[in-house]
T-cell receptor
Framework: QQQVKQSPQSLIVQKGGISIINCAYE??????FPWYQQFPGKGPALLIA?????SEKKEGRFTISFNKSAKQFSLHIMDSQPGDSATYFC???????????FGAGTRLTVKP | DTGVSQNPRHKITKRGQNVTFRCDPI?????LYWYRQTLGQGPEFLTY????????KSRLLSDRFSAERPKGSFSTLEIQRTEQGDSAMYLC???????????FGSGTRLTVV
């Protein structure tokens, strides 16, 4: 079931630092790669997403880097803040958008 | 419309009992998805509906599980003869038909004792 591999499992970063989370996928039919953020007791919320026709997408402090040949993508959180402390999931889906597969998650802790 | 709504938020049941969860998607969303999330893991796909039609079911969805979306609006997920291994967070999400952007509810946390 898990077709997307995510690392690290947990990450501790100082306030103001850069958080980097990595994902790798196997299915070359995937063409949509979102990142979700989940706080305790809540469902995942879409943070940022990318399609394979671009290598990078930036929205505020969040950037996705995408390497199609390596089948890898990563999330960079610049100037990390304590409020960013959450679990982050990478995901991937195909053209029909009905088969979203998630990574196992990374628990990010940003220390003040 | 305030998003995807799931009820109940928490359910504790004894092993062997049946449970039913409800999901109310965003009203204009044609697609509805059910996922299961266990502690420390990402959501795992269970099934999805296009309007009232159930178009795909995961192998995770054993014959004790059944999902319905009778009028293409809200959906229910029923688990019969619950087992301790069914303890998990059950998440519902919805999306427009040709969109990759899923909106998740806050989930129903099931504990089987």
């Amino acid at each position: 079931q898990q077709q997307v591999k995510q690392s690290p499992q947990s990450l501790i970063v100082q306030k103001g630092g850069i958080s980097i989370i990595n994902c790798a996928y196997e299915n070359t039919a995937f063409d949509y790669f979102p990142w979700y953020q989940q706080f305790p007791g809540k469902g995942p919320a879409l943070l940022i997403a990318i399609r394979p026709d671009v290598s990078e997408k930036k929205e505020g402090r969040f950037t996705i880097s995408f390497n199609k040949s390596a089948k890898q993508f990563s999330l960079h959180i610049m100037d990390s803040q304590p409020g960013d402390s959450a679990t982050y999931f990478c995901a991937a889906s195909g053209v029909n958008n009905n088969d979203m597969r998630f990574g196992a998650g990374t628990r990010l802790t940003v220390k003040p | 419309d305030t998003g995807v709504s799931q009820n109940p938020r928490h359910k504790i049941t004894k092993r062997g009992q049946n449970v039913t969860f409800r999901c109310d998607p965003i009203s204009e969303h044609n697609r509805l998805y059910w996922y299961r999330q266990t502690l420390g893991q990402g959501p795992e796909f269970l099934t999805y509906f296009q309007n009232e039609a159930q178009l795909e079911k995961s192998r995770l969805l054993s014959d004790r599980f059944s999902a319905e979306r009778p009028k293409g609006s809200f959906s229910t997920l029923e688990i019969q003869r619950t087992e301790q291994g069914d303890s998990a967070m059950y998440l519902c999400a919805s999306s427009p038909t040709h969109s990759s952007s899923y909106t998740f509810g806050s989930g129903t946390r099931l504990t089987v004792v």
